[in-house]
């Protein structure tokens, strides 16, 4: 899936070539459930070894394609754990080609009554813990035939924040900028992309929505439908595949459109 970067020029340019990861190694952070899992399994059925982590093994890992993840813990928060994560990666799989920096989230709280050991957690685990993760990978890129590609997983809170949660809007809009700064500074042996999601359907949403709100939110979105786990799978796919050998530094949108604007759904309400 690498880059000739003396001409700039794709290996294994074919479609079918192209998203055949086979011999190709891949880290997923926070890839023990939800989105992680569909992008470790979506890898795992397009032929690479793959490696997830978390702070505590799961009861069942991801697997497809024959092949099962493998788990290392890890809180990636911790920078000395972050690098030994890497370095056990590498280890295990013998290079290290693909890092899914997925692991992320928050809670909803008062910016104006919200602790300073609660942003620091936010911040920390939304933008440090990438940049903690990417410093180590990249090194291992950089000396290995082929390089490698870091794709970040974002949030539209980094483009339009919402109410309770301003530390995680903040902290996402970091993680959008650190993805166009490495891709500048790691560039062209390593690129890193940055996938902004919107509401994806996973048990954490349904907790948060209940298990009707998915009807309810599908009607601000264009497309209809919430994001399943598969859609944000899907473009990690193509950002760390040869189709994408020229992209770097870019930000791709999985959202459905976004949400559609008040003022059309005041319109709309009004004609139906």
């Not at 074919?14 to 890839?31: C, E, I, K």
């Not at 690479?48 to 928060?77: M, Q, S, Y």
């Not at 949030?155 to 490495?182: C, E, N």
Request: glycine content about 14%; proline content about 4%; aromatic content about 4%.
């Amino acid at each position: 899936m690498g880059t000739d970067t003396s001409t700039g020029t794709a290996t294994g340019t074919a479609t079918g070539t192209a998203m055949d990861f086979t011999g190709r190694a891949v880290l997923v952070t926070g890839g023990t459930r939800g989105i992680g899992f569909a992008i470790a399994e979506a890898f795992l059925a397009a032929g690479a070894e793959v490696v997830v982590c978390g702070r505590t093994e799961p009861a069942a890992l991801p697997g497809a394609g024959g092949r099962t993840a493998r788990f290392v813990a890890a809180d990636v928060r911790d920078a000395a754990a972050a690098a030994e994560l890497v370095e056990r990666t590498a280890g295990l799989l013998g290079r290290l080609d693909v890092l899914v920096n997925n692991a992320g989230g928050s809670p909803s709280a008062d910016a104006a009554t919200v602790s300073p050991r609660f942003v620091a957690r936010v911040v920390d685990l939304n933008l440090l813990a990438p940049f903690h993760v990417a410093q180590p990978a990249n090194r291992v890129m950089q000396g290995q035939e082929g390089g490698g590609s870091i794709v970040n997983i974002g949030s539209v809170a980094a483009h339009d924040p919402q109410p309770g949660i301003a530390a995680y809007s903040a902290a996402k809009a970091g993680l959008l900028a650190l993805t166009r700064a490495l891709a500048l500074e790691w560039s062209p042996k390593v690129r890193v992309n940055h996938i902004t999601t919107g509401l994806v359907r996973t048990e954490a949403a349904a907790q948060a929505y209940g298990e009707d709100g998915g009807a309810a939110v599908a009607g601000v979105i264009p497309m209809g439908r919430m994001a399943v786990p598969a859609d944000v799978a899907g473009a990690c796919l193509y950002l760390a595949s040869a189709l994408s050998s020229y992209v770097t530094g870019a930000d791709i949108a999985v959202h459905g459109g976004g949400e559609v604007p008040a003022r059309y759904v005041v319109t709309r309400a009004r004609t139906t």
